[in-house]
């Protein structure tokens, strides 16, 4: 068979063209690859701790951890949310691939805000399944990371996307020691502390917090991180609509509607910041003492799942350095 009409005019035999392109594509990937693990993965071995955070869509973790990720990256620590779907259908007017785009944007601009790492997982919206394939995934990241602290969601919540997050992350947090399980990607030799993000349900068992954090010195950055969610928040998400939205050429309504997101943020039943602070206030003076717990006016809460490693008081306040008076 002759070789195509391009491939003549380069003077090209069809094996050795495919050779070429084989090669200039293998390039092209070992670049983005060497980018993307520069962004990544930080170095090893500084003495900073190393946290994952698994949520179920491009919004999750910035909602329940984002004040104590900024804590921890002002610090110098390594913070990386990964966004276990890519959102694409969390939206009333957008879909598919444009709002999983956009999305991806929003955390990335999240990112930058709150100083973490950032990934999003290329599985649909209301699609993520407990596999032996996504459980791989879910192991290999935290591996990856070399991970001392793990959170995400608790296996029991509204969304099938949440509930699956949590029993992902619970069923790597032994996987994650084993060499044989996922022999690609090096084991830990050392089981992380894997936590739990606050939420409202209570059955078959409530969220009970081992720990709680203040995050007053950075509830801007939080709220500011809330705001770069324009799809879910000042436009409303899967459960919004156009009476949401504002003419932008109005400046006096758009700044009313931001002014209306911050508002509902920072009083949002059960979780909002404030409520969190309210609600777990014997965690805060556990942590924090009497008087500059009663101090405190926003906070998140982290409950240990007893699955990974079981941590001391003593250890939880290495792992959350923020208590020192």
Request: charged share 25%; with cysteine; glycine share 8%.
């Amino acid at each position: 068979m002759t070789a195509p009409r391009f491939l003549r005019a380069f003077d090209l035999p069809r094996r050795s063209f495919l050779n070429l392109l084989g090669l200039t594509l293998s390039a092209v990937a070992a670049k983005r690859l060497r980018a993307q693990a520069a962004d990544l993965k930080p170095p090893l071995g500084d003495g900073k701790l190393r946290i994952i955070a698994f949520g179920a869509h491009p919004d999750d973790c910035e909602f329940s951890v984002g004040g104590t990720a900024a804590k921890w990256a002002a610090q110098g620590h390594h913070v990386k949310f990964v966004s276990c779907t890519n959102g694409d259908i969390g939206h009333w007017r957008m879909a598919g691939g444009p709002l999983a785009r956009r999305r991806a944007a929003e955390v990335r601009r999240c990112a930058e805000i709150l100083g973490n790492h950032v990934e999003v997982l290329d599985i649909h919206d209301g699609e993520l399944m407990v596999t032996m394939d996504n459980r791989r995934q879910i192991c290999r990241l935290i591996r990856e990371w070399r991970a001392d602290v793990v959170l995400s969601h608790r296996p029991n919540d509204y969304h099938p996307d949440h509930r699956y997050v949590g029993v992902l992350v619970m069923d790597a947090a032994f996987m994650v020691t084993v060499p044989h399980f996922c022999p690609d990607t090096p084991h830990l030799t050392k089981n992380p502390v894997f936590l739990f993000t606050d939420d409202e349900f209570r059955r078959p068992n409530p969220f009970t917090p081992d720990v709680a954090v203040g995050i007053d010195d950075v509830i801007e950055k939080k709220i500011a991180a809330i705001e770069a969610l324009e799809s879910q928040f000042y436009e409303g998400g899967c459960g919004g609509g156009p009476h949401l939205v504002p003419d932008p050429k109005d400046p006096a309504a758009v700044a009313a509607r931001k002014k209306r997101v911050r508002d509902e943020f920072l009083g949002y039943p059960y979780y909002s910041p404030s409520e969190t602070a309210q609600r777990f206030r014997p965690a805060l003076v556990r942590y924090y003492g009497k008087d500059r717990a009663e101090t405190i006016r926003y906070a998140e809460a982290f409950e240990v799942c007893e699955y990974g490693r079981k941590p001391e008081e003593g250890e939880l306040k290495r792992l959350f350095p923020f208590f020192a008076t």
